[in-house]
């Protein structure tokens, strides 16, 4: 059986894809002049779907297509046909497993890739946490190729330096580990895996010695996405040196937005997933509404446009967009696999009309934006997780009065906000913690760009500067808003806020990140009626809730009385802490508190009698009164609190 997906009419491809047997499959569009963007294609080779191995794990859905494209956007002339890889299983049996390269073909691989090490592919899997099995030095080893690893196959030549995908192989395959020799003669530089939990010892003994590097990919990252970072990223160094900081990606992003400007002749952006402008075209001349206007200067798009980019999420190719101003704008999502990267915009210009061939232009301006939007997000990532690092050890005060200038925010004042992190059953904590601190991350940077955001445990933090001329609090507010309103929009969590004292130096930031916490404190006893404070706002409630804690906690200072009442509660179903506690609260006037409990004055009086004799309480020393009511008010609290989170 030979599979070749670079043949329209192949059977696989129409038992694969019925109804498109014109469908072909591009790993890399590479940017080029946008009256036709040179493609690079390359079939990604899988078992079919009915094909057995007794040792083999269930594999992953087959990978879709790379650049997700309409099937009315017609892609230009393919420069010259793919080359091949295949694998040949040492077993001997079947046919070659073909990646529809003609055999005069075979001998130009090396000419036609670039390499790349195997460390910066580690880079670029760093966010999903792949991890490199074998010896770190087997990490500089240059990889120029990648295919699909499939033992029940019998393949023909390899290219030298591939990366092999082993979907659905278990590192404890004996076939594996008897084809480790022959792949490593036939120079394959890694194989990729899920390790899924298993031992993988022996796997990582045999390919040590063969001198075959071995990568374990986190269970939750679809294979398909693993192909389309590859993908990109050999296409990416093979056509050029990728940008090494953010800067440099948003430059390329707005000489794109540019270019397509000129060949749509309307105004165009390019926006991230969090609807943040990353790039927008400045040509003289070119359309511009209030809308637009108000994204460029805010540098995020308006709630407007929410319904809208909805639908582009959820759409292949591009729409039009007529109900949100007089001039109309066409869409289209930016994709690498079934990953969203985000979006471009067109404007139409007054008078005008978008000719047929813009729908054309926008596609291939996805195709080549997505590579930048790729590399972007890499970049930005190691930014963001190097400042992420700074701010954790400057709040634990870990970095001295001159922390690296990285930060960015050496003067001035500043502040620190808290945003805890609700469980959810269906979403592991670590998953919402990443997608809580994209987001935080992407309104402060939008707000200041100065600002830091790190992950600890089940709360986001995050430190922005202040500006000057403003209160302390209402940049901070701002951004509490905007996140908590885009979680559960986007995420459908509803996150809690807690903004820290405003403070002059980065030696105060541990003290803010207290109060943050302080808030966040206070904010989860429910009483204080909202999902949003300053330390300021509860600075009452935070003293009581600390003293509190300290009088609970500290066996000195803990009262025998409180933990006898509530255990007699406990024991004979009473109300007696509870009634104390409202007594207390009333400040001693006992109509009130017997209406807060809904009883007879009397009754109240006869509880408080019996409460005195049993416990052996003074209720005329107001010191007593006192801690009585600061260590009941927190026990009431926190028992109330377990009982419903048990709910």
């Known amino acids: 059986m030979t599979i070749d997906r670079n043949t329209p009419g192949s059977s696989t491809a129409r038992s694969r894809n019925p109804g498109r047997e014109q469908c072909r499959r591009p790993t890399v569009a590479v940017p080029g002049p946008l009256n036709g963007t040179v493609q690079r294609w390359d079939a990604f080779s899988a078992p079919e779907p009915g094909a057995r191995s007794s040792s083999r794990l269930r594999p992953d859905p087959p990978c879709s297509s790379f650049w997700q494209l309409p099937a009315t956007c017609e892609l230009p002339p393919l420069p010259d046909a793919a080359e091949s890889s295949s694998i040949r299983n040492p077993g001997g049996g079947g046919t070659p497993l073909t990646c529809g390269a003609s055999e005069e073909k075979r001998g130009q691989m090396t000419e036609e890739y670039a390499q790349l090490s195997l460390k910066g592919i580690l880079a670029l899997f760093e966010p999903y946490e792949a991890r490199l099995l074998t010896p770190e030095p087997q990490a500089d080893v240059q ?14 030549p390899l290219h030298r330096g591939a990366l092999l995908i082993a979907v659905g192989i278990s590192p404890a395959d004996t076939a594996l580990l008897d084809a480790l020799p022959a792949l ?67 430059g390329d992003l707005a000489a794109l937005a540019d270019a397509v400007a000129a060949r749509v002749g309307g105004a165009v952006t390019i926006e991230d997933p969090q609807r943040r402008v990353l790039a927008y075209s400045n040509l003289p001349g070119q359309p511009i509404d209030d809308l637009r206007r108000e994204a460029i200067l805010r540098r995020q798009a308006s709630d407007d446009f929410l319904q809208a980019w909805r639908r582009v999420q959820v759409t292949q190719g591009v729409i039009r967009i007529d109900d949100l101003s007089p001039l109309p704008r066409l869409a289209v999502a930016v994709r690498a696999g079934t990953d969203l990267l985000g979006s471009i915009w067109a404007l139409q210009s007054p ?33 963001r997780q190097a400042r992420g690092e700074l701010l ?46 994209d987001l935080v991350a992407a309104c402060a940077e939008t707000m200041a760009p100065r600002s830091s955001c790190v992950v ?68 989860a006893t429910g009483h204080h009626g909202c999902r949003i404070a300053s330390i300021e ?74 409460i005195t004799e049993l416990f052996g309480l003074n209720l005329s020393d107001a010191d007593e009164r006192l801690v009585l009511w600061l260590q ?16």
């Not at 926008?362 to 997505?370: F, T």
């Open 537 to 610: 706002d509860v600075r009452c409630q935070a003293i009581l809730l600390e003293l509190g804690d300290n009088a609970v906690h500290d066996p000195r200072l803990r009262l025998g009385s409180v933990a006898a009442i509530l255990r007699h509660d406990t024991e004979k179903q009473a109300e007696y802490a509870k009634s104390l506690l409202t007594y207390l609260e009333a400040f001693g006037d006992i109509a009130v508190a017997a209406d807060r409990l809904h009883v007879h004055q009397n009754t109240l009086r006869y509880r408080l009698r019996r």
């Open 392 to 437: 954790r050890a400057l709040m634990a005060g870990e970095l001295d009065s001159s922390p690296p200038a990285r930060l960015g925010i050496e003067r001035g004042r500043m502040t620190v906000l808290a945003f805890w992190l609700p469980s959810s059953p269906e979403t592991p904590a670590d998953v919402v913690g990443l997608q809580a601190a």
């Open 184 to 250: 490593a003669d036939a120079g394959v530089a890694a194989i990729a895996l899920k390790t899924r939990g298993s031992r993988a010892e022996p796997l990582v003994e045999t390919a040590t010695a063969a001198g075959v590097a071995v990568v374990d990919i986190a269970e939750e990252i679809p294979w398909r996405h693993v192909d389309a970072l590859l993908g990109a990223a050999m296409g990416e160094v093979r056509h050029g040196t990728p940008s090494s900081s953010p800067a440099d990606a948003v």
């Open 456 to 523: 600890e445990g089940d709360v986001v933090y995050a430190l922005l500067p202040l500006p000057d001329e403003l209160p302390e609090a209402h940049g901070a507010v701002a951004l509490a808003r905007t996140v908590l309103g885009r979680a559960e929009a986007s995420l459908r969590i509803r996150l809690r806020a807690g903004i820290g004292s405003a403070v002059a130096h980065l030696t105060e930031v541990p003290r803010s990140r207290q109060d943050a916490d302080r808030v966040l404190s206070v904010l």
């Open 632 to 647: 009941l008010r927190h026990l009431c609290r926190a028992r109330h609190q377990k009982k419903r989170h048990a709910c």
């Open 351 to 383: 008078g005008t009309r978008f000719s047929p061939e813009t729908e054309r232009v926008l596609c291939g301006a996805a195709q080549s934006a997505a590579l930048q939007l790729l590399r972007l997000r890499r970049a930005t990532h190691r930014e």
């Open 143 to 156: 990889v120029t190729a990648h295919a699909v690893l499939d033992l029940t196959e019998q393949a023909g």
